[in-house]
């Protein structure tokens, strides 16, 4: 940009390959499922592909471990999608990493490798100890491991000085026991990967109707006459979504599509399981694409709010939904009042799009009526989220569109048990109900100070407040924000420990003494006193069913992750609860054993789970009860949905600067890259890219190949970098950049985080792109 510039060394380019292609128009269909099958056909072999394949989300089989998106009531023969079997490939290849492998590789030498080369080497198949002052990890036995970590953890001087972990693939079984755990050991430092990702929407709708889930069932999408997707790509990231969009417009409903970017999957979808998908032009999803600026839906969604209220002026008695208003809402008169004053020229600036556009989008929502409203990252990731999810509910409660069929809001997780694991406790902030309830059932005084979520863990670990990091699963510093940050927070720690599948940047990263405890994937048959056991996962659409492993484990001597929790709790409390826990009823070893006993206990403690034993084995599990969806129910201080006032805010893009937001390929599933493509979006064998509209380019003197270095600007504070990215012309909207996640994490500082739900602001980064000084 300036002349003034610092010159900062040229870095050699990460992807020499590179190449930039034009980007495709329509998502799935044949090349989708071929391109998915071929990794599992190289590295598997044909009997173990076609063994999976025919598991995957079926009754006995195993619960895709990809995304949340939920299963249709009636099953297909092959259920998934090419991500799904992607991820399945990526779990179930027989490559394991040698036990040779340790000596050979020292963590200063892992250090150089990117997340793509970690996850490559092979499933891990033995515990791993690096001691302090070494640079090298080495076998260790299992019990020597609990040894250890037990050790550790019972030195603390408060139990508060070590932090747990859980990424979103855990299941709802090992989720309970690991948090019972944890609380029984005497904290509430239950960091986990929802704190990045839709805890804004829990606090905004815990706020609003009194429940932090989605309102809709799956067979609802098929009732809609519209649905408004919100800052998600569901081409990459939930496909088969498209499957239920698809049925929606068949069933004469319409598709908005609200995002920066013009994501090929809604605009054109060739369903793989019908003929028309295969050989046709497949179905156009989106009716209709707004193309928002960064941060400007809580703009657009009061525009549309305030034009159907104008109509109800217009039109009094035949817009809104009076009956219901007055039956189960409050707040109605301030939104009135506040939303009377909008600004329509601060609603143009932040959304970008002209005033028809936004009429258009009203018209649409009053022609319907059963709206659902679906969002992902778009829209948690903002400083402004909480207050932007809020407005979803103004809009939809308006005209009643939440607990009747076709209707309500819908936000679409992520990892495929996030949603469960939270049910079963993993919160940093459980309610009292839950906490009392599990005081009750398992007899040990439960602490009720609020824990550490994500990004407190790493202020935690920086300021020397925590000692020990643990990790169910994940990659925690790869996906948290800040890596050279988080990453110097890391090494402060005494103690890490970390339960994976495969490696990863946070194995690389470690306290003074680091553990690897290998464990089961969810493909592999978990054998337990010589009895198969099966675990269970609750979808976007608070569904709950059976996930059974289909082929045997990778290697012999992998545990479980609940048979890690159980064992590490019995060697740092004792069986029972020990001494420091008298009348404790903490029966681990019966836990580890028959997971049934464990559901048992789930039952007597979570709402919903009464007869979890039984209704898990039917064949598509059981739906939970939600209040706002089944009768109109809203669990708030006042016992009806509240209509909220929020004043309108807009990021402002300070001149010369970009926003750029920090996304997904579609060959990597967070942290895990599978491949270095992005296919729909053009790119091939490399990441190293920065998407810019070509207007921008223009006026900022820059152009489509050039290199640039990607300076992230954040309150005076010296510059985070991103060094030598290739500049890629694309249709994002203006003013609007992107990059891929994780690697851009180094541009997000850790102190930018959403307002009340303290999430990282991901997708909204003040940056300024820096010609890289050629070599
Ligand atoms: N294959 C695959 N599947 C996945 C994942 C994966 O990494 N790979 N990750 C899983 C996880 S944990 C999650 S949380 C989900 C994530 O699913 P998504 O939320 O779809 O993931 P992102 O790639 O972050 O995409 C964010 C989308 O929001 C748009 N967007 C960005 N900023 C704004 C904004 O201000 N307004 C609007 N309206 N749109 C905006 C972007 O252009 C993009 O389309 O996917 C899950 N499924
Ligand atoms: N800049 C930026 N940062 C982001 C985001 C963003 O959009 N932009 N998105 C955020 C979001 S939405 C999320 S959810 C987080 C994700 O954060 P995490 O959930 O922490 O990260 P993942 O990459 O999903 O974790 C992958 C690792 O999990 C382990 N693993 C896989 N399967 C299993 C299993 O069955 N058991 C166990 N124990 N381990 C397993 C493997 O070792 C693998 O390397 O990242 C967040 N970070
Ligand atoms: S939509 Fe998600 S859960 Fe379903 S098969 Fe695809 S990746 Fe798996
Ligand atoms: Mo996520």
Redesign the pocket.
Known sequence: MSEREPELEPEPELYPDLEVHPAKQWAVGVPGILHSMEPALTSMGPARTARLALAINQKNGFDCM???WPDPGHRNVLEFCE?GM??TTWEATPITVPTSFWAEHSLTSLLEEDEYWLGRQGRLTEPVYKPAASDHYEPISWDAAFRLIADRLNALDSPDRAAFYTS?RTSNEAAFVYQLFVRAFGTNNLPD?SNM??ESTGTALTATIGIGKSTVAYDDFAKADLVIV?????G????RMLTALEETKRNGGRVVS????P?AGLIRYKNPQRVRGIVGKGTAIADRFLQ??????MALLQAVSKRVLDAEDAAPGTVLDHAFLAEHTVGLEALRTHLADLDEAAVLAATGLASHEIDDLAAEYLAADRVIITW????T??RKAVPTIKEIVNLLLLRGNIGKPGAGASP????SN?QGDRTMGIWERMPERFLAALEAEFGFAVPRAHGADALRTVQGLRDGEIDVFFALGGNFVGAISDTAVAEAAMRGAKLTVQVSTKLNRSHVVTGEEALILPTLGRTEVDLQQGHPQFVSVEDSVCAVHASHGAIPPVAPGLLSEVAIVCRLARATLGERGGADLPGADLPWQDFEDDYDVIRDRISRVVPGFESFNQDVRRKDGFVLPNGPRDERRFDTASGKAVLTVNELEHLDRPPGRLIL????A?????T?IYSLNDRYRGIRKGRDVVFVNPDDLAELGLADGQRVDVHSEWRGEPDRVLRNQRIVAYP?ARG?A?AY?PEANVLVPLESAAEESNTPV???VIVRLVPHAAS
């Open positions: 990809s995304c949340a991500n992607k991820a979103g990967c990702c839709h919100m800052g998600q790509n569901p990459t990231n939930h496909p609200v995002n920066v970017l994501e928002i600026r960064s941060g400007g839906d992902a990252m778009g829209l990731q903002h679409i997780r992520g990892h996030v937001q920090t996304l997904r579609h060959d990597q599933f967070n895990t994002t609007c992107a996640y991901s997708k909204a």
